[in-house]
């Protein structure tokens, strides 16, 4: 069946960096666009970044920008989200989300799947 | 980038119908039909109740139904069961934004 799993959230000092993972599987991920959601503790959803299926194009959420790179490994069936500088207004589960179709050109608002979330908590 | 406006909460009695907006504007919501709906139960990833407006995955029940007017989406629940409380958001295409995705701020929905 289809399924993203996360990985590589911790605890992290402000400043400091972080990789997160999402593996997936049971879906030709090289035809899928992904992207990253957080959640804050008590808080809502919040898109973060999306990558096309190829990697050639990368989305950022304003508050993100600068600060998280979005990457993929077609090869590993990986999605990866790089976060430098990181806040305490960082702290979060961040979910990666598949889209529920993609074309060659565009791919859908809504999401199938979800992982069930890798927790990062920003803090000294 | 701006969310879409949800209610914080609703609340209904086991049996009733509810409804949950989602107001956006031309650029989203209005423009296109491309409203949907997710369930979040506390602890649990989001989960699709309802893609493109008012399309239903499988195997989600149909007592869940989605409409829009204008720039506003509505989310619909009948015959409220108690496993139905949960967190609801919408999520819409938006042309305002190269990530092409905006978020609601969540419902929180009770049932008494």
């Known amino acids: 069946q289809v399924q993203l799993v996360e990985s590589g959230g911790g605890v992290v000092q402000p400043g400091r960096s972080l990789r997160l993972s999402c593996a997936a599987s049971g879906f030709t991920f090289r035809s899928y666009g992904m992207h990253w959601v957080r959640q804050a503790p008590g808080k809502g959803l919040e898109w973060v970044a999306i990558i096309s299926h190829d990697g050639t194009n990368k989305y950022y959420a304003d508050s993100m920008k600068g600060r998280f790179t979005i990457s993929r490994d077609n090869s590993r069936n990986t999605v990866y989200l790089q976060m430098n500088s990181l806040r305490a207004e960082d702290t979060a589960l961040y979910y990666c989300a598949k889209p529920g179709y993609c074309s060659s050109t565009i791919c859908s608002s809504w999401f199938d799947t979800w992982g069930q979330g890798t927790l990062v908590i920003v803090s000294s | 980038q701006s969310a879409l406006t949800q209610p914080a909460s609703v609340s209904g009695s086991p049996g009733q119908s509810i409804t949950i907006s989602c107001t956006g504007t031309?650029?989203?919501?209005?423009?296109?039909?491309?409203v949907s709906w997710h369930q979040q139960h506390p602890g649990k990833a989001p989960k699709l109740v309802i893609y493109d407006v008012n399309n239903r995955p499988s195997g989600v029940s149909d007592r869940f139904s989605g409409s829009k007017s204008g720039n506003t989406a509505s989310l619909t629940i009948s015959g409220l069961q108690a496993e139905d409380e949960a967190d609801y958001y919408c999520?819409?295409?938006?042309?305002?934004?190269?990530?092409?995705?905006?978020f609601g701020g969540g419902t929180k929905l009770t049932v008494l």
């Open positions: 999520i819409s295409y938006t042309s305002s934004t190269l990530g092409g995705v905006v």
């Open positions: 031309s650029s989203d919501v209005g423009g296109y039909d491309y």
